[in-house]
């Protein structure tokens, strides 16, 4: 039996060049990904560490890096309690250019069963890659409220 895992798929109004930028850079990150800091050097074997508000909440190890078509990291949270002990995970996301668009398809995957860590990605992924999607189509990240993640308002 497979294990379960989370796919995203969105066609953004950029290039691969640009969306790769956004994905790595610290600074472009925490315009959409509600204030949080990416932090690696992005080198295989390298860590990932998401961090909000001086906390860190996520860590991982850069699995591949291969600019601007595939990047892959595993992901663990370490924060809360709920989801400390889960087993890592990994995040993948692909890249193609399909005319004046580019297709995006983000996998999250090697959940160990449908647990509390895959239905908060499941609400988390999809308004973190929206904010991507309008601030590189449009200059302004979507304002999306923590309600809409079902953390309260």
């Known amino acids: ?15 691969p060049e640009k969306l790769w930028e956004a994905l790595t850079s610290n600074e472009f990150a925490k315009r959409y990904w509600f204030g949080t800091e990416l932090h690696s050097d992005w080198r295989v074997g390298s860590p ?20 601007p078509r595939r990047l892959s990291y595993t992901f663990q949270h370490v924060l809360k309690d709920e989801f400390r002990n889960e087993q890592p995970t990994k995040v993948v ?8 668009s580019v297709k995006l398809t983000l996998t999250h995957e090697g959940f160990e069963g449908a647990g ?6 499941s609400n988390g992924w999809p308004a973190i890659m929206s ?13 999306i409220p923590m309600s809409a993640l079902g953390k309260g308002g």
Not at 116 to 121: G, K, P
Not at 131 to 143: R, V
């Open 116 to 121: 509390r860590l895959l239905d908060a990605i």
């Open 93 to 100: 996301f692909a890249i193609e250019q399909h005319g004046n």
């Open 1 to 15: 039996m497979s294990k379960p895992e989370f796919v995203y798929v969105t066609y953004i109004a950029t290039t």
């Open 48 to 67: 990932f560490t998401l961090v909000t508000d001086g906390m860190t909440t996520d860590v991982g190890q850069i699995l591949e890096f291969d600019p």
């Open 131 to 143: 904010g991507l999607k309008s601030l590189l189509e449009t200059g302004t990240a979507l304002a």
